[in-house]
Structures are given as C-alpha cells and as structure tokens.
Nanobody, 123 residues
Framework: QPRLVESGGGSVQPGESLRLTCVASGFTLDKYPIGWFRQFPGGERKGVACISNNGGSTNFADSVKGRFTISRDNAKNTVYLQMNHLKPEDTAVYYC????????????????WGQGTEVAVSS
C-alpha cells in the first residue's frame, strides 16, 4: 500500500534548524515530484517547497526562500526539507506529498499525502 511518512518535527527556538524527512513505501518515489506543504492552525494547507522527480529542479515559497532547502535520495525513497533560521511564523504541521502535477505549475494534483509532522518555533 502506498505510504508517505514524515518525521523530524519538534519544538525549537527562533533561529534554530530542523530537518524533516519523508520516506516513501509501496510505490516508486522517483516517478513523482515531491512537495512539502504546511498548514497553520485553522488555515489552509499551502506549498512550501517542491523538488522534481530527478531532483534537477526545486521551487520554494517566497516566505522560505534562502532559509529552506529540499533534496531527495531516490535510492533511499526519501525526501528531505532542511529548515534553517526558523521563525515563529514557521510553526505549522508539515506534510509531504507525491504530486502528479509538476513543481511550480499552475495546477496541483496529489496522489499521496503523508500524515504530517508538527513544527513549533517559539522562544
């Protein structure tokens, strides 16, 4: 059964870093662009970063450019989101998703979602 599992969330202080991990099972990860999304309490789920299926291109939301990086290791069925210089406004539940739509496109279609991992940034 296809599955995505996120890990690496936690509570940190402003300016600190976290690395989120998304591990796929039950399907071939390298066929999919992978997106990271976040959802604020009471808010919509919005895209944070995306990486193409071969890792050759990446996209980032303006709010995280220069602070977050995304990478993947298809041999390990794993995608990473490195989050540096975290801010309180980064506090959210973070999800990874296997997209059938391309990164940076005008439409979004998701085949699989993970269950989410919580990130809390506060002093």
């Amino acid at each position: 059964q296809p599955r995505l599992v996120e890990s690496g969330g936690g509570s940190v202080q402003p300016g600190e870093s976290l690395r989120l991990t998304c591990v796929a099972s039950g399907f071939t990860l390298d066929k999919y662009p992978i997106g990271w999304f976040r959802q604020f309490p009471g808010g919509e789920r919005k895209g944070v970063a995306c990486i193409s299926n071969n890792g050759g291109s990446t996209n980032f939301a303006d709010s995280v450019k220069g602070r977050f990086t995304i990478s993947r290791d298809n041999a390990k069925n794993t995608v990473y989101l490195q989050m540096n210089h975290l801010k309180p406004e980064d506090t959210a539940v973070y999800y990874c998703a296997a997209q059938t739509s391309p990164c940076g496109g005008t439409w979004l279609q998701i085949d699989y979602w993970g269950q989410g991992t919580e990130v809390a940034v506060s002093s």
